[in-house]
């Protein structure tokens, strides 16, 4: 899911989960239960609350088992960005297989905002595996962009600066490794009166877990920690839901007002998952 806001208004892309459940055998050990890939979904709004479908945007394929978006595999966590340079929207997404083990991110491009998005490829960024993903353009003048990945079997976050475009991983930079041995997985990165925060959750395949949240003053580090964001009645599983992306509500300001977007993910029935939606501050989190 990722959000983009131009002429007022607010894209918002998701996985679809639709069709039956089921849990394959080789994930059985660890309650990875799937549906079969459909595609991604977007939706515009200008408001929030009324929401327009504006299709699947990236279908799977259902006749080349070679493919990455083949009806067996896994794409997840898709988010875009505008690069203004190119004038394209760019979606990166955690590509896999149906059994996790190929752990890559996929790229893929449109010239529209409501696509279709043209799928260009996948990879492992810097050789290094990669699960779930999100991706933060930052307000300097050159609108620099990073890739957050669960890295290291989850156990490692690494960050990585993109290109130019926004379409490739710059090789020709140093990735930072941040969170070592935290397990982190749902990353979200905003900005807020020149500090970076992110949130995540920790690694509980769908079960929901307590959220976890850092600060720093460069997105390279040094990060501290700051703990569960969350506070209240349900707040040891994040109201049970799993972080996905936080929404600045003050346009490029980014003076503390975000809503955080979670999903409340039905592991039995994956179609069924809903969001949640909170306010909040970085001023309270930071704390
Ligand atoms: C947790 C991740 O955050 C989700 O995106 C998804 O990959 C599930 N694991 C699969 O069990």
């Known amino acids: 899911m990722a959000i983009n806001a131009h002429g007022g208004g607010i894209l918002h892309f998701n996985e679809i989960k639709s069709g039956e459940t089921y849990l394959p055998e080789a994930n059985q050990e660890w309650g990875g239960t799937r549906v079969n890939l459909t595609g991604i979904s977007c939706y515009s709004s200008q408001d929030l609350l009324n929401w327009k479908f504006r299709g699947n945007v ?140 992110f949130i995540g959750s920790g690694c509980t395949a769908w079960e929901p877990n307590a959220a976890r949240s850092a600060v720093a003053k460069s997105i390279d580090g040094p990060w501290r920690e700051l703990g569960n964001p969350a506070i209240g009645p349900d707040s040891n599983n994040t109201f049970s839901s799993q972080s996905t992306f936080v929404l600045p509500m003050d346009g490029s300001n980014r ?16 179609a069924s998952s809903r969001y949640v939606w909170l306010h909040l501050s970085s001023t309270k989190i930071a704390q």
């Open 58 to 197: 990236l279908h799977s394929v259902e006749d080349n088992s070679e493919h990455d978006l083949y009806w067996e595999n896994v794409a997840e966590r898709p988010k875009v960005i505008f690069n203004a340079m190119t004038g394209m929207f760019v979606m990166w997404l955690h590509i896999d297989s149906m059994d996790y083990s190929k752990a890559r991110v996929g790229v893929a491009s449109s010239s529209s905002p409501i696509g279709p998005f043209d799928y260009l490829s996948s990879f492992r960024p810097n050789n290094q595996m990669a699960r779930d993903l999100t991706v933060f353009v930052d307000d300097d003048d050159e609108a620099t962009a990073y890739l957050l990945t669960s890295s290291e079997d989850n156990a490692v976050m690494h960050i990585s600066q993109l290109s130019d475009d926004y379409l490739a991983v710059r090789t020709d930079l140093p990735f930072h490794r941040v969170f070592i041995g935290r397990y982190m997985e749902a990353p979200t990165l905003f900005k807020s009166q020149g500090f970076y925060y």
């Open 255 to 270: 003076q503390g007002r975000f809503i955080f977007m979670a999903d409340r993910w039905v592991k039995d029935d994956l």
